[in-house]
């Protein structure tokens, strides 16, 4: 069943993830988009703030990106995104944490006769419950 702009409410929720990170792909992600050493490289991440290696806050929104199109684009009637607000990153995530994520409609507007803008509070959490991202998508959906 195809979920259009006329089947969401405010106040729908959804949550869905289990998916661990390794330190593999962080540092391979990092060493291409964002070379800091706290991502990269081992011995300097343990002299760093976070005292290891973690992961970059670019990686974990590619990470959700791709947990949320695995689990809601073949049922979704969405045309893609008009922006994210609010992205904030709470809390490292280091090689071995599991992420999940919980949305939340907020808010729903017509956009034109065939479209509607939705709005999400999205967090990303990790093994232990903790906030680790969060940030306010606004999605395009198609109307009936």
Do not use: C
Request: net charge negative; no cysteine.
């Amino acid at each position: 069943m195809t979920t259009y702009y006329e089947d969401i409410e405010p106040g729908d929720t959804v949550e869905f993830g289990g998916r661990t990170v390794t330190k593999d792909e962080m540092v391979e992600f990092a060493e291409k988009y964002d070379p800091q050493p706290f991502h990269v490289d081992e011995e300097a991440a343990l002299e760093s703030f976070f005292g290891g290696l973690v992961a970059s806050g670019w990686f974990t929104a590619a990470v959700v990106m791709r947990m949320t199109v695995d689990h809601h684009l073949d049922e979704w009637a969405s045309t893609g995104a008009l922006g994210v607000g609010n992205l904030r990153w709470h809390a490292p995530v280091y090689p071995g944490d599991t992420l999940s994520v919980r949305t939340e409609v907020t808010e729903k507007k017509p956009r034109d006769e065939t479209t509607g803008i939705v709005r999400y509070e999205k967090e990303v959490l990790n093994q232990d419950g903790e906030v680790v991202m969060s940030m306010q998508p606004h999605v395009l959906f198609e109307r009936r």
